[in-house]
């Protein structure tokens, strides 16, 4: 086979419908739009929530029910990297970190993330740490403490 010999396939392209022409073609004079009306104008399309002026259905139902979005848990993100500022031995506690102004505010608790890579050895007090964190921490031979 040369690519002077490929063919599309059956069915691949079709004619354009070509809407308002000719008797043969059953779309001629108003094009299948029918007649008058705001769908037969250019341009004329309606919104599918609308509802001819009645009262729309999403004003109609009552707006009661509950969102849990209001009590999500929200942790202070840090990184193993930026824990290497510390000395060896420190009890890196979230005031300290507050203290280094490692941490801006301290919402629901701290997490400690995995990225880069720790190379004190320290104890890290936090809420909760990835596993890929826990495992370079235990690496480092630090120590993690969940408060």
């Known amino acids: 086979m040369k690519l002077h010999e490929l063919e599309k396939n059956i069915g691949a392209t ?22 008058k009306g705001q769908k037969a104008r250019s341009g004329g399309s309606i ?16 707006k009661r029910g509950f969102s849990n979005a209001r009590f999500k848990i ?3 993100v840090i990184n193993l990297a930026d ?16 203290d280094a102004g490692i941490i801006k505010k301290g919402l629901d608790g701290i997490k400690v993330l995995g990225n880069g890579k ?6 890290i007090q936090a809420s909760k740490f990835s596993t890929s964190a826990l495992k370079k921490i235990k690496e480092a031979g630090s120590k993690a403490e969940v408060i």
């Open 74 to 76: 929200r942790y202070a």
């Open 118 to 123: 720790l190379e004190k050895k320290i104890t």
């Open 14 to 35: 079709h004619e354009k419908k070509r809407v308002g022409h000719g008797p043969g073609s059953g779309l001629g004079k108003t094009s299948g739009r029918g007649q």
């Open 47 to 62: 919104n599918p929530v609308f509802e001819g002026g009645q009262l729309p259905l999403y004003r109609r139902l009552p």
């Open 83 to 98: 824990l290497n500022k510390f000395e060896d031995g420190t009890v890196v506690t979230p005031t300290l970190l507050k």
